[in-house]
């Protein structure tokens, strides 16, 4: 094929009148006419003078043109970009100037606060809204429905996802056409995705599960997707008799299960709820069954693999596992020098497989660090295995806090808190959040003699950081304390602040 991806996903439904996407406002829009929309981007975008290989980060609100942009880029050859619509702009410098982007795609209303960023940088600002306005819909509209797709092959860059580190800058992890591709093949026939399938979709596009996953899946298979720009309990309600399936955090499920209209009848008609993104309590998995009849499937992933392993179709969804390898994919359990561990036992997970990505973009030390010559990539998760193949993840080695879905990296906000008056040192921890999953909690060492102001800290941090990064408690102490090492335990941290955000006890 002349472009696998973009051949398999996309050219597979070349004048198909089937529908494609469900709008907010209940508008349709069919395969056909959404492949018209991707080819007149296409040509802008090739007209703006971007060629094969060019990356092209896009700062945008989710819409049908937002994911027609995913499809121009797939069939140009061009390097897909997603950046959270929470970041900073000061955040966005970095990935602009990282990935080396020819183009910047920002929401209309953050254009200003972008347009010296893309300067500095030697990238073109350009605008894509949620209704088919900005200007790149404005070039489009002038533009041809059709285009010659490029011409690339299952090795090549398709897309990079930046992915935080416990140290040091994020890390774009680059995915080929071949591990896209290829994970959407397995997932969709693991999870009996056909073309009679409508996912509600209230995912953000700019993540793995909502672009890779969820949109992937239901471009192969031929479906449709109800696509919400964000998850809201009054909207999944009202669609929820619409659809067939759902994806989603752990977050969506608890507060569909705290709302009364969320009920038996109501999901009666639904196949397959699937949960990931963060660990799926057990409480909540059996609370659902309890509740629908269905038992949700989770399964279990990262930036860098896609999907590795998920709970059966057909068969156990165990709670508070995250089911055994997909097909074609490799999962071990291994000590520190990668010598695989008996099965029960506690380690780091790795993994192998054609899903595993090609490597962090410009950082080839740290490719080598997590990437071992064999294949197998060090996922930093603890883990067990069973002996019939199910893995529980039973940790993150790498300290990495999950909110709400989204990844959050102590060391960045630690960073940014050092630096603020009356703060000698700080730790950021996670601890049991019940709607978020983990909630963070900043603990600061204050300077002798002074005494942080909360308030000033929450706002500074307010103004350069992602609202999903910002602490939702701050502890002042006189001192972090400390091994022998001088290593600040975080253990003891996670102990004593635990019941941050437990709900009041009954009298």
């Known amino acids: 094929m002349a472009n696998p991806l973009y051949d398999r996903l996309f050219g597979a439904h070349a004048g198909r009148d089937t529908l494609f996407l469900i709008e907010p406002d209940g508008h349709r829009i069919s395969h056909a006419a959404f492949l018209a929309r991707a080819a007149r981007l296409a040509n802008t975008l090739t007209d703006l003078g971007l060629v094969a290989g060019d990356r092209v980060a896009a700062q945008i609100d989710k819409s049908a043109d937002a994911l027609a942009l995913y499809a121009a880029c797939v069939q140009a050859g061009l390097v897909f970009l997603p950046l959270n619509t929470a970041y900073m702009p000061a955040e966005v410098e970095y990935f602009v100037s990282n990935a080396g982007a020819r183009l910047l795609v920002a929401a209309p209303t953050k254009a200003m606060g972008l347009m010296a960023i893309a300067e500095k940088h030697g990238a073109r600002l350009e605008t894509l809204g949620q209704n088919q306005n900005g200007t790149l819909s404005d070039y489009a509209a002038a533009a041809k429905d059709t285009f010659a797709t490029v011409t690339r092959g299952a090795d090549d860059l398709a ?10 800058r994020s890390k774009g992890a680059m995915l ?5 591709l290829s994970n959407a093949e397995v997932l969709a026939a693991t999870w009996h995705f056909t073309a009679a399938d409508r996912l509600l979709h209230a995912l953000p596009i700019f993540h793995t599960h909502g672009l890779f996953v969820a949109t992937n899946i239901t471009l192969l298979a031929g479906g449709s997707m109800i696509l919400l720009p964000k998850f809201d309990t009054d909207d999944v309600i009202r669609w929820l008799p619409e659809a067939s399936t759902m994806m989603g955090v752990p977050t969506f499920y608890t507060r569909l299960l705290d709302d009364a209209r969320f009920t038996h009848a109501l999901v009666a008609h639904m196949r397959l709820f699937v949960s990931g993104s963060a660990p799926l309590l057990a409480e909540t998995h059996r609370a659902f069954e309890d509740l629908t009849g269905h038992r949700i499937l989770e399964r279990y992933g990262m930036t860098e693999t896609n999907m590795n392993t998920s709970n059966p179709y057909a068969g156990e969804r165990r709670p508070g596992t995250v089911g ?9 359990v291994c000590d520190p020098a990668g010598k695989e561990l008996p099965r029960g036992e506690i380690g780091v997970l790795e993994v192998r497989g054609p899903n595993v990505f090609m490597g962090y973009w410009q950082m080839p030390e740290k ?4 990437l071992r010559p064999d294949g197998f990539f060090i996922t930093g998760d603890l883990a067990t295995q069973g002996a019939d193949g199910y893995v529980t993840i039973v940790g993150r080695a790498k300290d990495l806090i999950i909110s709400g879905g989204f990844n959050i990296y102590p060391k960045e906000i630690e960073e940014a808190l050092d630096e603020m008056p009356g703060v000698l040192e700080s730790a950021v921890i996670g601890v049991a959040h019940p709607d978020m999953g983990e909630g963070v909690v900043a603990v600061l060492a204050a300077m002798q003699g002074l005494s ?7 706002a500074a941090l307010a103004d350069n950081l992602a609202r999903f990064k910002l602490p939702r408690r701050y502890v002042v102490v006189d001192a972090l304390p400390r091994n022998t090492m001088g290593k600040v335990q975080k253990a003891e941290l996670r ?3 635990g019941d941050s955000f437990a709900s009041p006890k009954a009298p």
């Open 159 to 168: 897309a990079i996802l930046y992915t935080s580190g416990t140290t040091g």
């Open 176 to 180: 080929s056409q071949g591990n896209l």
């Open 324 to 332: 055994p390898a997909l097909p074609g994919v490799e999962v071990k």
């Open 367 to 370: 490719t080598a660090e997590e």
């Open 452 to 458: 942080p102001d909360l308030d000033a800290i929450a």
């Open 495 to 497: 102990r004593n602040y």
